[in-house]
């Protein structure tokens, strides 16, 4: 379906042609007219289909009628991270183009120049506001900011959200907004608390969920069945004699993150880390080396495998196997973005290789099981049905091959000097 067959105003299809969008894609289909129509909505859907757009450009169409108190706050965006706040407000900026709605995005870890500029914003009455939930309960209880008028109250992944900790947070702020309005929420994933806190704050909401696409077909997709010992292993081996180019190792937990870090640093790989106990301001100082080349491996939580855009990672590597289907599918779809080619690489240990051929049969094919070096010694042999009884406490036998076989044979890097830690 192309945007001009939906009932969106000409303000709004001005900037989407400006910016040659004319497609749907299928989360926008379905979503945009529900909203248009001013119900509420919950919409199931993963990271990468399009979901900003489906709740920005009805909720500009209605703005761009007018009607709304000006000098007011009309709509406010729940987002769970700075980053993915900044991508909603470029986004934001961009759609809005030609038309006269005003946004401000308030977000934690700035300076006080950056504080007072969200509070001059809030005072003027933007129309919309794009905050993370700890900032905005900060400005609220400095006095700060008025919600009594909005409109539109709009929750991006909301499942991610609760998973950091901020249902108080969002029922605190619920609490000073009027009860006349649309809510909108969009989760990747539908768990019993996602239920819960829909039934709390939306009214006979329309359901539309998005069945989980597969991984784009460009991505590579490896595993090493393996030892948990010998993870650590297998990285030295991919990268013995080519250094690492922009790869993210994701990792279950930030007890893990840290442990694989220190791991990857005494072998004097270039490496950074990402996880919740960092404040802002170091999270920001991370990416933007990852992000500018000067750290070319992060180290990293799940907390990064939505909502960050960079468009050329080389590869994932998954040290241990994901929750779930939905996880594997955040995960891997931070390579081969943008027209690149990626590959993404997931370690499965004895005790996660049901949980990993869950995946496969999801993905509906087996995943090629690339060898574990000889010199790691012998691998547990692929039984993911007898791991799932738990009637298989170890096991042991080689992975099919005695040939060492290297990610990265034939790309040597010249300039190894470039990916090592220097001595100061």
């Not at 706050?73 to 769970?80: D, F, G, H, Q």
């Not at 495998?305 to 939905?326: F, K, T």
Request: aromatic share 8%.
């Amino acid at each position: 379906m192309k945007f001009s067959e939906l009932d969106l105003e000409e303000s709004v299809l001005d900037a989407l042609d400006a910016m040659n969008f004319h497609e749907c894609t299928p989360v926008q289909e379905h979503t945009i007219p529900v909203i248009l129509e001013g119900k509420d909505l919950i919409g199931v859907a993963q990271t990468g289909t399009g979901k900003t757009a489906a709740y920005l450009l009805p909720v500009l169409s209605h703005l761009s009628k007018g009607g709304y108190p000006e000098d007011a706050i009309n709509c406010v965006i729940m987002s769970p991270t700075r980053e993915l706040a900044q991508q909603i407000d470029q986004q934001m900026e961009g759609f809005s183009y030609f038309m006269p709605v005003s946004s401000v995005a308030i977000y934690g870890g700035n300076d006080g120049i950056r504080y007072e500029q969200e509070k001059k914003g809030l005072a003027l009455g933007t129309d919309v506001v794009i905050a993370t939930p700890g900032r905005l309960i900060s400005h609220i209880n400095l006095g700060n900011v008025d919600l009594s008028k909005v409109s539109f109250f709009i929750l991006d992944e909301a499942d991610r959200m609760l998973d950091m900790g901020f249902y108080d947070d969002i029922m605190q702020i619920v609490k000073y907004l009027p009860k006349e309005r649309q809510t909108i929420m969009f989760s990747a994933t539908m768990p019993a608390k996602i239920q819960q806190l829909a039934q709390t704050i939306l009214r006979d909401p329309v359901e539309v969920k998005l069945a989980v696409s597969k991984p784009a077909e460009k991505i590579i997709q490896t595993a090493y069945i393996c030892y948990e010992q010998q993870k650590i292993g297998i990285i030295q081996s991919l990268f013995k004699d080519n250094f690492p180019e922009r790869i993210i190792i994701f990792a279950s937990s930030k007890l893990k993150v840290k442990e694989v870090t220190k791991a990857l640093q005494r072998l004097h790989l270039n490496v950074g880390e990402m996880h919740s106990d960092l404040d802002q301001k170091q999270r920001d100082h991370i990416m933007h080396e990852f992000k500018n080349g000067r750290i070319n491996l992060l180290v990293a939580t799940d907390i990064v495998a939505r909502g960050i855009d960079i468009d050329d990672i080389r590869l994932i590597i998954n040290y241990d196997v994901p929750h779930d289907n939905e996880d594997y599918i955040h995960r891997i779809g931070r390579t081969a973005r943008a027209n690149h080619d990626g590959c993404a690489i997931t370690f499965v240990s004895e005790k996660e290789q049901h949980k990993f051929k869950l995946i496969e049969n999801f993905l509906e094919k087996d995943i090629y099981k690339i060898p574990v070096p000889e010199e790691l010694g012998e691998a547990p042999i692929y039984q993911p049905k007898l791991w799932k009884t738990g009637s298989l406490s170890s096991s042991s036998g080689t992975s099919g091959t005695k040939r060492r076989t290297s990610f990265f044979k034939g790309k040597r890097n010249s300039s190894k000097k470039d990916f090592r830690r220097e001595k100061s």
